[in-house]
């Protein structure tokens, strides 16, 4: 058995995430773990609430709440929305964790004692109105090295470039706008610069680097790594364990990536298995994928293997950090303030989790930004998964109910035609597991459709409401045949759409639940003889238009209560 550890970027916890966060990474990395659960390997998907930082803080000033009020009033919020959304987690923590606190903290005083952490006096922005330091998204600017005008104090987020507060050009604040003075204060630094020749060989021979993660990190060690503050003038975050750093916390994306080993120690500590975690962060056959936005490459790609090789242990660097680029809301980024977007609380009153997965998935932005529509969604559901997908099993179900009793037909001296679509058929569930391992996942759920596209085309070509007349035994070889492609969508769809495979499973009479399953059942037959339920549709039409549903969204958001399924018009499929 591999050992699979899963892991995506840890959820800022100010508010609920957008389509474009789910897709990035929960549930890019959802939809990987679970496919390598049916190949019968050991998976780990772990992943949590960052709930410290500047974000948070800056949310929780504008409400006029203590931060961990917020964290924990979003957290349970997520775990609800993340499992009405089908997210299967090993383990989903929040870096409030007392395991978490501990493994960071210990985790740095050993890079400190290995000599890789040193104090210094340093520049930063400090806002005399509000009387604190501004650190990261305390403080905005115009980015030095593009001119981006909202560039935020640790990072552009325009061209990606890792930036110092004190570096931002006509710098304010962002609770109160004011400009801010520059005051000296002590820190303390990590010396990635130390690193830099490993990480450019780690990077270089990493070959399941997507290119733009390898050309990013190559061209920020081409300039040569800089020390980078580990600590801020906070008082939310993690307690800095330095002597003499008594009143500093660590800095969020240092505790943020090193989360990933705290949640995988947590999750075999609750298992009571305590030493098991080091099979996946020490053991060079385990398998460590990362599934972020591309803004996040530098936190993965440069400052966790550098945190990693800094402790003198032979931790596993990342295998994969598949980085996506940006998925826009109708040609525009999504944003909180302005209103643009749809997050995915309000996406869930609207439509079944596995519409919005499938589209999500289907348009995922891989090598490209990529915009959502509505008019995209309507089409997603309406030709893809009613007319293709849900036409082809409830064609091949009710003929299977209607005219052999609910019984799968024996098959005899099957023709070329038959024998050609199920070798097909095998070939498509091969790419599916191909693309699923290169992490094309736009490309793997298009082969899936392409299951039902070519179920849709055998049935029109064979007609076997025709042949059940004229010739019984060639309608039951027809609907067999179907019957094999329906039961490989049932596993083909279970990462991608899990409640709508589970519904198919129940469809098809299995035993079990779907989720129990191995891919190697698409090799394994449904038998003749094998009875099935009453077919049953398994999507609806979206009825309405792309305007009435933004304003069914505009209208929920100035009345909450009123965002519910009965404004939309979904119709039954024919």
């Known amino acids: 058995l591999a050992k699979i550890?899963?892991?995506?970027?840890?959820?800022?916890?100010n508010y609920v995430p957008h389509l474009g966060n789910i897709v990035s990474s929960i549930l890019s990395a959802d939809v990987v773990a679970?496919?390598?659960?049916?190949?019968?390997?050991?998976?780990?998907?772990?992943?949590?609430?960052?709930?410290?930082?500047?974000?948070?803080?800056?949310?929780?000033?504008?409400?006029?709440?203590?931060?961990?009020q917020l964290t924990d009033q979003n957290h349970e919020k997520v775990v609800d929305l993340f499992e009405r959304w089908g997210i299967c987690f090993s383990n989903y923590t929040r870096t409030e964790n007392p395991l978490h606190k501990k493994f960071v903290q210990d985790l740095l005083l050993k890079i400190y004692d290995n000599g890789y952490i040193f104090t210094q006096e340093t520049e930063l922005p400090y806002c005399p109105k509000c009387d604190r330091f501004l650190p990261d998204r305390f403080v905005?600017?115009?980015?030095?090295?593009?001119?981006?005008?909202?560039?935020?104090?640790?990072?552009?987020?325009?061209?990606?470039?890792?930036?110092?507060?004190?570096?931002?050009?006509?710098?304010?604040?962002t609770i109160c706008g004011s400009t801010p003075v520059i005051k000296r204060s002590k820190h303390w630094y990590f010396d990635m610069s130390q690193f830099n020749e490993q990480l450019r060989n780690y990077i270089k021979n990493n070959k399941q680097l997507p290119?733009?993660?390898?050309?990013?990190?190559?061209?920020?060690?081409?300039?040569?790594?800089?020390?980078?503050?580990?600590?801020?003038?906070?008082?939310?975050?993690?307690?800095?364990p330095f002597p003499g750093a008594e009143d500093k916390t660590i800095y969020v994306w240092v505790e943020a990536v090193l989360g990933y080993l705290s949640a995988t120690v947590e999750y075999f500590k609750k298992r009571g298995e305590e030493e098991r975690w080091k099979e996946y962060w020490f053991n060079k056959e385990a398998k460590t994928l990362y599934f972020i936005?591309?803004?996040?490459?530098?936190?993965?790609?440069?400052?966790?293997?550098?945190?990693?090789?800094?402790?003198?242990?032979?931790?596993?660097?990342?295998?994969?950090?598949?980085?996506?680029?940006?998925?826009?809301?109708?040609?525009?980024?999504?944003?909180?303030?302005?209103?643009?977007?749809?997050?995915?609380?309000?996406?869930?009153?609207?439509?079944?989790?596995?519409?919005?997965?499938?589209?999500?998935?289907?348009?995922?932005?891989?090598?490209?930004?990529?915009?959502?529509?509505w008019k995209t969604l309507i089409e997603k559901v309406n030709s893809d998964l009613n007319d293709t997908l849900g036409n082809f099993i409830h064609r091949t179900l009710t003929f299977i109910n209607q005219h052999f009793n609910s019984v799968v037909p024996k098959p005899s001296k099957l023709d070329e035609h038959d024998k050609s679509t199920l070798e097909s058929t095998r070939k498509r569930v091969e790419k599916i597991a191909q693309n699923l391992e290169e992490f094309k996942l736009q490309e793997a759920l298009r082969h899936v459709i392409g299951l039902s596209h070519l179920g849709n085309r055998f049935l029109n070509e064979k007609e076997p409401w025709k042949t059940i007349k004229t010739n019984p035994q060639s309608a039951?070889?027809?609907?067999?045949?179907?019957?094999?492609?329906?039961?490989?969508?049932?596993?083909?769809?279970?990462?991608?759409?899990?409640?709508?495979?589970?519904?198919?499973?129940?469809?098809?009479?299995?035993?079990?639940?779907?989720?129990?399953?191995?891919?190697?059942?698409?090799?394994?037959?449904?038998?003749?003889?094998h009875k099935i339920n009453k077919a049953k549709p398994l999507f609806s039409k979206i009825k309405s238009t792309e305007e009435e549903l933004q304003i069914i969204l505009e209208k929920a958001r100035s009345n909450p209560q009123k965002l519910s399924k009965s404004n939309v018009r979904v119709g039954k499929m024919k």
């Open 34 to 68: 679970r496919y390598y659960r049916l190949k019968g390997d050991d998976v780990v998907y772990v992943t949590g609430s960052d709930e410290h930082g500047t974000p948070i803080e800056v949310e929780a000033v504008r409400l006029g709440i203590p931060p961990k």
């Open 476 to 529: 039951a070889n027809t609907i067999y045949v179907a019957a094999q492609i329906v039961k490989n969508l049932a596993i083909t769809l279970e990462p991608f759409t899990p409640f709508t495979a589970q519904k198919l499973w129940k469809l098809l009479n299995l035993p079990d639940t779907v989720h129990e399953q191995t891919w190697n059942e698409t090799k394994k037959d449904l038998p003749p003889g």
């Open 293 to 373: 936005g591309k803004d996040n490459i530098p936190f993965h790609t440069l400052i966790l293997p550098s945190l990693l090789l800094a402790t003198h242990e032979d931790y596993n660097l990342p295998w994969n950090v598949d980085s996506i680029e940006f998925l826009m809301f109708e040609g525009q980024a999504f944003s909180k303030s302005r209103r643009i977007g749809i997050w995915i609380d309000e996406a869930l009153e609207l439509f079944p989790a596995d519409y919005w997965r499938y589209t999500l998935i289907s348009m995922r932005p891989e090598t490209k930004d990529t915009n959502f529509s």
């Open 5 to 13: 550890l899963v892991t995506s970027a840890w959820p800022y916890i």
């Open 211 to 240: 290119d733009n993660a390898r050309n990013f990190s190559l061209n920020i060690l081409k300039e040569g790594l800089k020390p980078r503050p580990v600590t801020r003038d906070n008082e939310w975050g993690i307690p800095a």
């Open 140 to 173: 905005e600017g115009i980015c030095p090295n593009c001119g981006y005008k909202q560039a935020r104090g640790d990072q552009c987020e325009t061209c990606g470039s890792l930036l110092e507060p004190a570096k931002l050009i006509q710098p304010y604040c």
